[in-house]
Structure formats: structure tokens, C-alpha cells
């Protein structure tokens, strides 16, 4: 599929008929180029709006934000005919009645000129499309809106004709099942920057969301569906053919999962209700916020508090600096005192010595005494003559008083006891001085450090609180203040009440579960009536082999595309085994990929730069675009965002050359798109079209590749 032209008539800032025409060939990347503000953004959300409509907002988060920003999509779509256009309508002089006749008839000639400024519309020319059972080579796609009767419409050509079959189905059901489906279509157009909301998928919903735009890209989903009709076909043979305690038991499990059901969009649709405005009012608090700061203060009624609670800790902190640095005073004069004081550790050690010494001694000979007097006592017990036990004990009372140490002799170089202290009052004298000696002098200097350190935080504290609520006097900054505290709280309690929503939708999900499966059971018992009975066999059968058939596709697509996401990771990211490699879980219906290292263990993604976030994401994507065969255009805004150089040059000769054979990038350059990168991309590049902006206006004029910037300067 290729979209050959783009047409852009009044719509948003291109005023009047502004066409973008794509050459099939070779060469597969097409630029269109401008400043901020010129409609590149634009361009990428006119071709959204023309391929869904309303149904726009199921495509991406930004698009329903900005539908709920203009407060529902006919405010919106009001919004996109252009500024002087649509003043100009509004000025228009009407009667009531001409109105009537022009709602009811049509316009006339005599009011065409009404129709002229009032009508915006985008259309698309696709090429080289495959529809079964609908032969074709073009079709044309345009959807245009009426700013007077407040009309959408939407027109799809086959070979340039109407076909019966589209306008049977329906067009925006014939393009969402034909051309592109909605729930696939962020992958095919998307802003670079924000393409790692790929990457930073958290919540359950965030993944089960994820998971079904997965199932219909990789084309699981339509099994998926004809697996669910084949299921309720059975079940609805068997509440015809039921007896009636089992009819009715079966319509009670039905009705009760159609309730739930029913519950869970309800509440979903209140979620995404608060989501909107918790979109809402975190855009009010930034604009309160940076009213604050036009006005001189930048601090809110929240950061007011958390300055007064962090001047407290500050206070507390700056009492027990100086209660350290009192006790380390305490113990200055020592250190001051230097040679003194490392004397007297010598005279402490001397006398601890001596003491230790003379200790040792009387221990010594306390012991050789008794020993003396153990030996004598036992002699006298033996049979020896009187003068054989004299010489016994006189010979043992010599050799012990040999070896009897005398104290005096324990004192070493005659030291004279000054400061006589205890052996613990030694110790602690000991650890006062290894104290000073190795570490007094760093712990000082750094608690100085701290305290001045600490007096400064403490004082630019003391001056943000006292400026704060100085400007309380001034009104207009209190106002603003006091409305940022309620918008702040009110979004403090609309994040819980989302949270406790996403509770609850789990919750029915379980339940909803439970009673399919008492459904399955009780349908399992009803015997279906003989007329049904073979078409039930079969569905039975075919819902058998869906089942294997699913399982194994599911693992298929799992292993290619753990293979394929890899891939891309190694070709688009320098860092060589910092991903080793990829991991696709899939419970029920939530999917999770995970990132290893060499060992195994999981990489947090929330740990990767924005850069490798974004390169992962890309990866993801690629993988999805290749591994689907589908076969359409992808269209890039701001792209090469976040990524240095080398990730730049990988991105721009690796993946925009590979990713489809028609790639539309919408670049701001020099900033997204450096001289040296277009070079890069140039032998891949078939047109180039920059967008110009006069007076309000944009519109597109084509450029030859190779004179790009060139013809900008």
C-alpha cells in the first residue's frame, strides 16, 4: 500500500488547496520540513483525522486529550477550519430560515461562496492496495467538515467510482477494516518523542491495551474473534435447546456477564473521564505555575509548606552540628597544645609500662612462692632421713630464690610517676590522642564545612519563606496561589479515585472470568437440539483446532519476536551486550517484554537514558511493522530526538531505509536534522518538501533533495 498524493484544503493552518504528491520508488524516504509552528504536527494529525474521524481518540492518548480539551469533538473539529475562515463565516448575515433551506436542500449558487469558506477536508490517494474479493488500484479517501452546518462527511473511492460493498459496510468501517485499523495505526503514526510511551508501559491497563494492539497487528486478534463468535454460536444452541432449569441458569450466567461487561466499559469510560481531567487540570497547575514565576514567585501554597517544614529540619540540623562541634572544642585545647601534649602520652605510656611491668613481677613471684611451698609440703611426706629431707628443701629453697624477680629492678630508666593513672583512664587518654593525631583534624574542618554549608541553605530558606509571604499582600499572586493548592489537591484525589478505578476494573475482569468458566461448564451439560446438532460438532471442532492453532501462533509470533526486537536493538544501539537479551511474556491478556543482561538478571527500563528508551521503542516498533507484513506507510514526527550521533546515524541508515517502503519523516532541521544526518539519509531520500508560512498561512513547496539546505540559506 502507498499513498500516492495528499490533499489539505482549509484545514488548521493551510488555507486553501495544498497537495503533497509521492513517487513510488527505490529511494523510500520523503521529507517534509519546517519550523515550529508551521504544521508538521499538523500534517501528521490531518491524516489521522481523515482516515477515523471521531474515532481518532481510540488512536492515541494526545488525540483524546485534545478532544476533551476542546470539551468533545464537535468543538473540535469546529477548531480545525482555519482562523480566518471561520471568522469570516461567523460574520456572515444568515437568516434563520435561509439556514433551514440550506440544511435541508443543500447550498445553492447563491450561497456557494458560504460552502467555499465554511468546508475544510483532507483526503488521501492510496496506491498498490489488496482488498479480497475487491479488485482495485486506487482508492481515494476524503473527509471533509462543515464549519457552518456543523456536518461531517466522509467519501470513499474505489478506481475512482463508489463501490456498493463500502457504502454497505459502512466507510469508516470499511477503512478500519480494510485500509488501516485504529488500534494498529499508533504504530504507523507516530511522534518520535513520544514513542517511548512504548517503553514506559507500567499500569496492568497500560499492558492489556498494549496487548490488544499487539494481537491486531500481528494479526492474532481476527482468530481471536472468529475463536469468540464460533464459542457464542454454541452457546446460543444451547439456550435454545435447554430445558427450562438450564435455559434459565444459562441466561442468568449470560445476563450476569453482560453486566459485568457492561460494568467494565462504564467504568472504563469513567476512568478515562478522570484521566482527561487529570490531564486538564496538570496543564492548569503548570500554567498557574509559570504565572507565579511571571509574577515574581515561583512558589505555590504546597512548596510554601514544604520550605517552612524543610526550615525546621534545617534548624534541627544546624542544633546538632554545633552540639557536635562543642564537643569537639571541648577537646581542642589538646590538640592546640601539640608537643605538650604528645609528651605527656609518652609519660602516660611510661607509667603504664612500669605498672605493667611491676604488675608482672609480683604475679611472677606470688606464683613461684606457692609453687615453692607445694614442693616442700610434698617432700616432707616421703620417707627420707631427717638430714636427706634438710638438703631436699635446701636445694629447692635456692634454685627458687634464684629466680625470685625483684620489683625494683622492673622500673624502667628510673621513671618517675606524674600523672599515675588507672589502666582505663590510660586507655581512654590513649584513644584521645590516636583520635586527634589521625582524624580530629579532617572531622573538623568538615563540620565547619557542614555548619557554614547548612547556615547558607538555611538562610536562602528563610529568604524564599519571607519573600512568599510577603507577596501574600499582593492579591493577584495569593489567587493564583491558593487556586494552584486546590488544583493540586484536586488532582492529588482524582489520581486515587483512577487507581481505585483500575482496582475495580481488575476485580470485574476476575469475576468476569469465574463466570465464563461456570458458563462453559453448565452450557457443557445442555444437550443441543438434533436440527443444531451437526453445526455444533463442527463449531466444537473448529474451535478445538483454533485453539492449538492459536497457541501455536501466539508462541510463533513470541519467539519472532523476541528474535526481531533483538535485532533491532543490536543494530540500533552502540553499547555492545548491554542488552544481551529479549524476553516476551504473555499471561492471558497481558503481554510484557523484558530486557536481560549477560547474567540473566531483568534491566529496569525505567534505568535507560531517554535516548535508549526512544532506541527501544524503535526496535519495538520495527520488529511489530516487520513481523505483520502489513504493508503501509510510516509517518515520523520529530524525529531523531534525544539520540547522539552515532544512535542518529544507526536510525537513519538502518532503520527509516528498512522500516516500510514508504517513509514520510516530518523533521525541525538543524535541531532534528543536521546537515551531516540529511547527507546520511540523502541516498535514501525521493522528495523533499519544505512548508512555508506566510501570514498565518502554510503551504508546501517542493524542493530538490540535494539542494535541501542550500535553498534554506
Known amino acids: 500500500m502507498f499513498i500516492e498524493s495528499i490533499i489539505l484544503h482549509n484545514y488548521?493552518?493551510?488555507?486553501?488547496?495544498?497537495?503533497?504528491?509521492?513517487?513510488?520508488?527505490?529511494?523510500?524516504?520523503?521529507?517534509?520540513?519546517?519550523?515550529?509552528?508551521?504544521?508538521?504536527?499538523?500534517?501528521?494529525?490531518?491524516?489521522v483525522w481523515c482516515l477515523y474521524g471521531k474515532l481518532m481518540a481510540d488512536v492515541d492518548d494526545k488525540f483524546r486529550r485534545d478532544i476533551n480539551d476542546a470539551q468533545g469533538y464537535k468543538n473540535y473539529?469546529?477548531?480545525?477550519?482555519?482562523?480566518?475562515?471561520?471568522?469570516?463565516?461567523?460574520?456572515?448575515?444568515?437568516?434563520?430560515?435561509?439556514?433551514?433551506?440550506?440544511?435541508?436542500?443543500?447550498?445553492?449558487?447563491?450561497?456557494?461562496?458560504?460552502?467555499?469558506?465554511?468546508?475544510?477536508?483532507?483526503?488521501?490517494?492510496?496506491?498498490?492496495?489488496?482488498?479480497?474479493?475487491?479488485?482495485?488500484?486506487t482508492i481515494t479517501i476524503r473527509r471533509t467538515y462543515d464549519y457552518f452546518l456543523d456536518i461531517e462527511s466522509v467519501e470513499v473511492l474505489i478506481d475512482g467510482q463508489a463501490n456498493e460493498l463500502a457504502k454497505e459496510v459502512g466507510y469508516d468501517i470499511f477503512i478500519n477494516d480494510f485500509i488501516l485499523s485504529k488500534d494498529i495505526a499508533k504504530f504507523f503514526f507516530f511522534d518520535?518523542?513520544?514513542?517511548?510511551?512504548?517503553?514506559?508501559?507500567?499500569?496492568?491497563?497500560?499492558?492489556?491495551?498494549?496487548?490488544?494492539?499487539?494481537?491486531?497487528?500481528?494479526?492474532?486478534?481476527?482468530?481471536?474473534?472468529?475463536?469468540?463468535?464460533?464459542?457464542?454460536?454454541?452457546?446460543?444452541?444451547?439456550?435454545?435447546?435447554?430445558?427450562?432449569?438450564?435455559?434459565?441458569?444459562l441466561d442468568k450466567l449470560t445476563s450476569s456477564v453482560t453486566d459485568i461487561e457492561v460494568k467494565i466499559k462504564v467504568k472504563e469510560a469513567e476512568r478515562e473521564n478522570i484521566d482527561s481531567q487529570i490531564q486538564q487540570y496538570r496543564t492548569e497547575s503548570i500554567q498557574l505555575q509559570e504565572r507565579l514565576i511571571r509574577e515574581g514567585n515561583a512558589i505555590s501554597v504546597e512548596e510554601l509548606k514544604k520550605q517552612k517544614e524543610l526550615l525546621v529540619a534545617l534548624k534541627d540540623k544546624d542544633t546538632k552540628l554545633k552540639n557536635q562541634l562543642r564537643d569537639m572544642l571541648d577537646i581542642a585545647p589538646f590538640a592546640i597544645s601539640g608537643k605538650l601534649f604528645t609528651n605527656l602520652m609518652g609519660q602516660v605510656a611510661a607509667e603504664k609500662d612500669v605498672k605493667t611491668s611491676a604488675a608482672s613481677c609480683e604475679a611472677i613471684n606470688s606464683a613461684l612462692q606457692s609453687t615453692q611451698t607445694q614442693i616442700t609440703d610434698a617432700v616432707a611426706t616421703l620417707k627420707f632421713s631427717t638430714s636427706q629431707k634438710q638438703a631436699v628443701e635446701h636445694i629447692i629453697a635456692e634454685v627458687f630464690a634464684k629466680n625470685i624477680l625483684d620489683i625494683s629492678d622492673a622500673t624502667i630508666d628510673d621513671v618517675k610517676i606524674l600523672v599515675d593513672y588507672t589502666d582505663n583512664e590510660a586507655n581512654e587518654f590513649q584513644a584521645l590522642f590516636d583520635n586527634i593525631r589521625y582524624s580530629f583534624s579532617a572531622i573538623f574542618k568538615q563540620l565547619v564545612k557542614d555548619i557554614k554549608n547548612n547556615a547558607l541553605f538555611l538562610a536562602k530558606t528563610q529568604r524564599k519563606i519571607v519573600e512568599a509571604e510577603y507577596d501574600d499582600g499582593n492579591a493577584n499572586v495569593k489567587e493564583i496561589r491558593m487556586r494552584k493548592a486546590e488544583v493540586d489537591e484536586l488532582l492529588a484525589q482524582l489520581e486515587i479515585q483512577t487507581r481505585q478505578m483500575s482496582e475495580q476494573i481488575g476485580t470485574l475482569n476476575k469475576d468476569i472470568k469465574v463466570l465464563k468458566k461456570q458458563l462453559s461448564e453448565v452450557a457443557k451439560n445442555v444437550r443441543v437440539d438434533k436440527s443444531d446438532k451437526e453445526k455444533d460438532i463442527i463449531a466444537e471442532r473448529l474451535i478445538g483446532e483454533l485453539t492449538t492453532f492459536l497457541f501455536e501462533l501466539r508462541t510463533k509470533r513470541k519467539l519472532s519476536l523476541e528474535k526481531k526486537i533483538m535485532?533491532?536493538?543490536?543494530?540500533?544501539?552502540?553499547?555492545?551486550?548491554?542488552?544481551?537479551?529479549?524476553?516476551?511474556?504473555?499471561?492471558?491478556?497481558?503481554?510484557?517484554?523484558?530486557?536481560?543482561?549477560?547474567?540473566?538478571?531483568?534491566?529496569?527500563?525505567?534505568?535507560?537514558?531517554?535516548?535508549?528508551?526512544?532506541?527501544?521503542?524503535?526496535?519495538?516498533?520495527?520488529a511489530l511493522v516487520e513481523e505483520s507484513g502489513i504493508e503501509f506507510p510510516v509517518f515520523i514526527d520529530s524525529p531523531l530526538q534525544k539520540f547522539d550521533s552515532i544512535h542518529s546515524r544507526n536510525i537513519i541508515t538502518k532503520f527509516y531505509p528498512s522500516v516500510s517502503k514508504q517513509v514520510v519523516i516530518f523533521p525541525l532541521l538543524?535541531?532534528?536534522?543536521?546537515?551531516?544526518?540529511?547527507?546520511?539519509?540523502?541516498?535514501?531520500?525521493?522528495?523533499?518538501?519544505?512548508?512555508?508560512?506566510?501570514?498565518?498561512?502554510?503551504?508546501?513547496?517542493?524542493?530538490?533533495?540535494?539542494k535541501l539546505f542550500e535553498t534554506l540559506l
Do not use: W
Open 12 to 47: 488548521r493552518a493551510y488555507r486553501g488547496h495544498n497537495k503533497t504528491s509521492f513517487k513510488p520508488d527505490i529511494k523510500n524516504i520523503f521529507l517534509v520540513a519546517g519550523n515550529n509552528g508551521f504544521g508538521k504536527t499538523t500534517f501528521l494529525t490531518s491524516l
Open 77 to 137: 473539529a469546529r477548531q480545525s477550519l482555519h482562523k480566518e475562515l471561520a471568522n469570516a463565516v461567523n460574520a456572515y448575515e444568515v437568516s434563520l430560515e435561509e439556514r433551514k433551506q440550506i440544511v435541508k436542500h443543500g447550498y445553492s449558487s447563491e450561497n456557494e461562496y458560504i460552502k467555499e469558506d465554511s468546508q475544510y477536508y483532507v483526503e488521501i490517494g492510496l496506491t498498490d492496495v489488496f482488498i479480497p474479493s475487491i479488485p482495485c488500484r
Open 192 to 249: 518520535a518523542e513520544k514513542i517511548v510511551n512504548l517503553a514506559e508501559v507500567k499500569s496492568i491497563d497500560e499492558k492489556r491495551r498494549l496487548s490488544i494492539a499487539y494481537s491486531e497487528v500481528l494479526g492474532i486478534k481476527k482468530y481471536e474473534d472468529i475463536k469468540r463468535n464460533l464459542e457464542n454460536l454454541r452457546l446460543k444452541f444451547r439456550r435454545n435447546a435447554g430445558s427450562t432449569a438450564s435455559k434459565a441458569k
Open 567 to 622: 535485532a533491532g536493538i543490536d543494530v540500533l544501539m552502540h553499547k555492545v551486550d548491554f542488552i544481551h537479551n529479549v524476553r516476551i511474556d504473555l499471561q492471558d491478556d497481558i503481554i510484557e517484554i523484558e530486557l536481560l543482561d549477560k547474567t540473566g538478571e531483568l534491566i529496569s527500563k525505567e534505568k535507560l537514558s531517554k535516548g535508549e528508551q526512544q532506541l527501544y521503542a524503535t526496535a519495538i516498533l520495527n
Open 670 to 706: 538543524g535541531k532534528e536534522l543536521s546537515e551531516d544526518e540529511y547527507n546520511a539519509l540523502l541516498p535514501n531520500v525521493n522528495r523533499v518538501y519544505v512548508i512555508e508560512n506566510e501570514d498565518g498561512c502554510s503551504s508546501f513547496k517542493k524542493i530538490v533533495p540535494n
